[in-house]
């Protein structure tokens, strides 16, 4: 396993994913790849900002990103020796399936909330869609349990 491609959003779950990524990928050797995809604005139905406007926004988003996984980087993986950072603007899952076909990926790991029922098909899921796109295997990791207080009846 040469090739890891971790997707990032900045979120509990991603960081969950590059923590189990920087594990196998050190056991095996591996180079990792850690991608964010800026969901570019001009995709979203309804989108409807002057073209002049729109690569401004999506400038200062991609620039915002950039400085996020800087520093989302210097904070969860600045142990990892041979990872690659990267932010690209499009569909998150298309991205993930695309980038992992480019770099000829062994592996794309992807964190998950865990929606189900209603919420996950109201909204969709991007693990969802990588897992069923990818050509290679797709890890999904869960994101950290929360535990709940229980309160015992006397």
Not at 26 to 39: A, D
Not at 76 to 83: F, G, N, V
């Amino acid at each position: 396993m040469k090739k890891i491609l971790v997707a990032v959003d900045f979120s509990e779950e991603s960081i969950e994913a590059v923590r189990c990524a920087m594990e196998i990928g050190e056991k095996f050797g591996s180079q990792l790849l850690l991608l964010h995809v800026i969901h570019d604005p001009a995709d979203t139905p309804g989108f409807y900002l002057a073209k002049k406007a729109g690569k401004k926004v999506l400038r200062n988003m991609e620039q915002s990103a950039q400085q996020m996984m800087e520093e989302f980087v210097a904070k969860h993986a600045k142990e990892c020796e041979s990872c690659e950072a990267r932010v690209v603007p499009g569909l998150p899952a298309a991205q993930i399936v695309q980038a992992a076909e480019k770099e000829k990926i062994d592996l794309v790991v992807v964190g998950t909330r865990g929606r189900g029922g209603l919420e996950r098909l109201m909204l969709g899921s991007v693990a969802d869609k990588v897992i069923r796109s990818a050509a290679c295997p797709v890890l999904t990791v869960r994101g950290p349990v929360k535990k709940t207080s229980r309160k015992r009846k006397s």
